[in-house]
């Protein structure tokens, strides 16, 4: 064929093709009905035989998949999401999914297709088609008139369970145990501090006037045990009552014991008014002992100073039993009792947790954190 005759005929072709589209649009016509219309306009063009031309008709399958949307009976550009009819009364023609166009490359035949075709798959139910929880044993539409979605025969693995990774379950430290029959019991855990106890701390101060000779040889943060001498000291008033109290006991052993008491009241331990008694002799430089064992806090004293009546020398801490003061949340208060049993840790502690028991509940909560 000549180069005029070959773009004649492409002309001729395109030309075709255009009026059976327009065509086929306006009156709602098939696909294997505008291949034969094509086919019947080319003969008529060209002078041949409609029935020699070849046959491009291919066996069309019936629909199958649920139904997509809705479309316009007579193939006008509008589509619907429910069964809507038109203007003139007419129901629109409902698309299933093997009829929707795809102008991407073709999916690849799935399971699911394979045996609908087969016919081995059961409907077990019907599921909305929002994605609600909400089925039927037959079918049937929402309140919008969306068709329920049938629900195949091994398709119900969606019963809503949350599938976590093994490495997440690690990262997260997730642990499992073999469900018992037990006491339920509700574990709380809060951050605290330890902290001294209040009803365990010693001051250490004089009741007179008195010049301190000699310290002992602690510091803050020494350990010290129960009557261990801290200082000594001469007081003048001390003194005085030593030696009215030792005239006491000499003359008359009922009048020393108004003079021990005076003695006692200034803080001059026991057993040295019992040495000066027994032995008959009084003494200028007077001890002062520990009160508790513990832990220095606190040394104001310095020898040769003069320290007067009240003034603080020591403070002494016993850390046999300390305070760990917790910030639990408001929401454990109904849970939480006094004499209740603790565990508690520490980072520095590798022996593991230490018993112990709540003493005292706060009666205050925290308005920023709402911890007490």
Same mark, same amino acid.
């Given at each position: ?49 409609? *029935? ?8 069309? *399958? ?11 009976? &007579? ?24 009829? &929707? ?54 398709? &119900? ?19 499992? *145990? ?34 301190? @000779? ?83 806090? @606190? ?27 917790? @910030? ?12 209740? @049993? ?23 909560? &925290? ?6």
């Amino acid at each position: 064929m000549r180069a005029f005759g070959k773009l004649t005929a492409a002309v001729l072709v395109a030309g075709t093709a255009g009026w059976v589209g327009l065509t086929a649009g306006e009156k709602g016509i098939t696909v294997a009905s505008l291949m034969g219309m094509a086919r019947m306009q080319l003969a008529v063009l060209m002078g041949n035989d409609a *029935a020699a031309m070849p046959g491009v008709d291919a066996p069309q *399958a019936e629909p199958i998949g649920p139904v997509i949307y809705w479309r316009h009976p &007579d193939g006008l550009p509008e589509w619907s999401s429910s069964l809507r009819q038109t203007a003139d009364g007419r129901v629109f023609l409902p698309v299933l999914a093997s009829e &929707d166009l795809s102008l991407g490359p073709a999916p690849e035949p799935s399971t699911e297709m394979a045996m609908v075709e087969t016919g081995e798959r059961t409907i077990l139910y019907y599921r909305n088609p929002m994605g609600l929880p909400d089925t039927s044993p037959v079918p049937k539409q929402d309140s919008m008139g969306m068709d329920y979605i049938a629900v195949y025969d091994g398709e &119900d693995n969606d019963d809503g369970s949350v599938t976590v990774s093994p490495g997440k379950l690690q990262r997260s430290g997730v642990r499992t *145990a073999e469900a018992v029959l037990a006491p339920l019991a509700a574990t709380w855990r809060a951050p605290g501090i330890v902290e001294l106890d209040e009803r365990r701390i010693s001051v250490i101060s004089l009741r007179a006037d008195a010049f301190i @000779e000699t310290v002992a040889n602690v510091t803050t943060g020494s350990m010290i045990r129960e009557g261990a001498p801290l200082v000594t000291l001469y007081s003048p008033e001390i003194a005085a009552a030593l030696a009215q109290f030792l005239t006491d006991v000499r003359s008359d052993g009922r009048l020393g014991e108004g003079a021990r008491q005076r003695l006692e009241n200034l803080g001059v331990p026991g057993e040295v008014i019992d040495r000066i008694a027994t032995e008959g002799q009084t003494t200028v430089s007077i001890p002062i002992m520990a009160p508790r064992s513990g832990v220095v806090l @606190e040394r104001m004293a310095v020898e040769g100073m003069m320290s007067e009546a009240g003034e603080t020398l020591f403070r002494i801490a016993d850390t046999s039993t300390v305070w760990v003061i917790a @910030e639990v949340p408001e929401a454990a208060l109904m849970e939480i009792v006094v004499g209740a @049993e603790v565990r508690v840790s520490f980072r520095g502690l590798t022996d593991g947790p230490i018993p112990g028991r709540i003493d005292t509940i706060y009666p205050e909560v &925290d308005m920023m954190t709402r911890t007490c």
